[in-house]
């Protein structure tokens, strides 16, 4: 597999925000940020934990910088390493350590999407996996005001994981791969 370039793996994951997170509307949430230019996409050149580490800092304190207005929230696209699910699993435990060492915890999360991700309990290939599938290793920086923002305009988002539930096996495979939404070959 050849390493994609920024370019493609941004143009990758702004496909694949565009056709299935807001296209399916599994984030009632990303349309605003997306039209209003608000998402920065960054993609991750670290060889090693180490510096994915040191990017995923530079990229909290950056986004601790802006005003959500300039900046709504930061996708750290990672498509040079972490392609096995469970070390991207367990990386996501240093990504809540950093969150801790710059004393961020409750102003921002990590969530996670990942080309094989695979909720606990199902099979790898249960269609409702692919809610959280990206075509790179993906690292999104929220600000936990824009989700209590969010909250408060759905009070009902708790309903948003059963909905995406129902989307998904209404679409099935096939659907899910007409809509192309992976890494460009």
Known sequence: ????SQDLAIADTVRWLERAVIGLNLCPFAKAPH???QIHHVVSEAKGLEGLRDELIQELQAL???TAEERETTLLIVPHMLRDFLEFNDFLDEADGVLQELDLEGEF????FHPDFQ???TEPDDITNHTNRSPYP???LIREASIDRAVQAFPEAEMIYEANMVTMEKLGHEGWKA???????
């Open 64 to 66: 601790v910088q802006c």
């Open 119 to 121: 909720f606990a309990g």
């Open 109 to 112: 999360q990590v969530a996670s």
């Open 138 to 140: 993906t690292l999104h």
């Open 179 to 185: 809509l192309d939404v992976g890494a460009t070959p």
């Open 35 to 37: 039209i209003k230019g």
């Open 1 to 4: 597999m050849t390493e994609p």
